[in-house]
């Protein structure tokens, strides 16, 4: 029987963790790691909600140990893995690592340590016995000595951010096969001037603002409040002021790959997949490729809006791009700084 000082919910736990473990055992060993994650997450909730009972996790974890005909250790290890992974990392790494290397890993307290150690196991490809072999020979106190340095980020040369003006445009001359300028198509004048607006897309110029403009001109754009509509006039401004706008975030592919819907202007919406310039971030679905993205993510969920300026030069015509959060924050040196990516 349970200890009747343990309050009414503890049934509804011992029920919960017993479920997940006997379900556990039912799996393949890819799932195993899982498993043991559940139940230490279902522990660490339960714990929270009574947290002026200094003693309530040691006790509980003691019945439930009793109760389940399972060591106290495997359940204490069990929380300790919940409050030192998340869900995310252990879903994307289960492939790689199987419950007796996660074994080892939570014994390393200090999470870059532990994070560098992770890359070296899989780079490696050590089992769980070559892991524990490996932290065993290197460790003194409750801190590793393995010589990990070679693998810790070199410190990178920074970018120049390129970065230009907002609703800067360039007029541009875009002929028409056998109709020159000033005849007319069906009825109408037209023009080969055109306003090139970036990734393939030109807004046709009226006569009358074709007139006004040559070709190679830079523009800019501003709202007419009375008129709402937007006017074109001519500007000061350089052609290094061009390809620059806003955009939401969609989707972040991977730490240097965005899916981005981009605003053009003039009430105009495109959208693009783009590859951060001159970075290279590590693969999704390696530790460290999925802790970059991660990276990436929170640093962009609380953004409604990024400053992005782009350029196509790589190799596979992709659209490369200089991404800035906020006014200070230029996307690919953080990842440089931090150590996600690095310069190609």
């Known amino acids: ?16 963790v017993r479920e997940t473990l006997i379900l556990g055992h039912q799996r393949i060993e890819a799932q195993k790691t899982l498993t043991y994650w ?3 997450h279902h522990i660490i909730v339960e714990v929270k909600r009574y947290e002026d009972r200094a003693d309530y996790g040691t006790q509980a ?7 389940l005909g399972v060591e106290d250790s495997t359940l204490h290890r069990c929380v300790q893995f919940a409050a030192q992974y998340t869900r995310a990392q252990i879903v994307a790494g289960r492939r790689q690592f199987s419950w007796n290397h996660y074994k080892s890993f939570i014994t390393i307290s200090n999470i870059k340590e532990r994070s560098l150690l992770e890359d070296s196991a899989q780079k490696h490809q050590w089992s769980a016995e070559e892991l524990a072999a490996k932290i065993r020979s290197g460790k003194t106190g409750k801190r590793t000595t393995l010589d990990l340095k070679e693998e810790a980020p070199a410190k990178q040369e920074m970018l120049i951010p390129k970065r230009g003006t907002l609703y800067t445009y360039r007029i541009v001359k875009r002929p028409e096969l056998g109709v020159k300028g000033g005849e007319t198509r069906k009825g109408e004048e037209t023009s080969p001037l055109r306003l090139d607006l970036g990734f393939g897309m030109y807004r046709r110029l009226t006569p009358r603002a074709a007139a006004r403009f040559s070709a190679d001109q830079i523009v800019e754009s501003d709202y007419d409040t009375k008129e709402e509509t937007y006017a074109l006039k001519a500007s ?8 620059t706008y806003q955009a939401v975030i969609e989707r972040v592919v991977d730490a240097d790959t965005l899916k981005v819907r981009i605003d053009l202007g003039f009430d105009l919406e ?8 001159d970075i290279d971030a590590p693969e999704v679905g390696t530790k460290s490729g999925d802790l970059a993205k991660a990276f990436v993510q929170s640093l962009l969920k609380e953004a409604d809006t990024i400053i992005l300026h782009t350029t196509r030069s790589d190799k596979y015509d992709r659209y490369l791009a ?3 959060i906020g006014e200070d924050t230029f996307l690919n040196n953080l990842l440089l700084e931090k150590g996600q990516a690095v310069r190609v």
């Open 1 to 16: 029987m349970p200890n009747s000082k343990l309050p009414a919910s503890y049934k509804s736990l011992l029920a919960k």
């Open 270 to 277: 495109h959208r693009e997949t783009l590859r951060l310039r």
């Open 61 to 67: 974890i003691k019945q439930l140990a009793k109760d």
């Open 236 to 243: 000061e401004r350089t052609p290094k002021e061009l390809f």
């Open 38 to 40: 559940e139940a230490g």
């Open 322 to 324: 200089d991404v800035f």
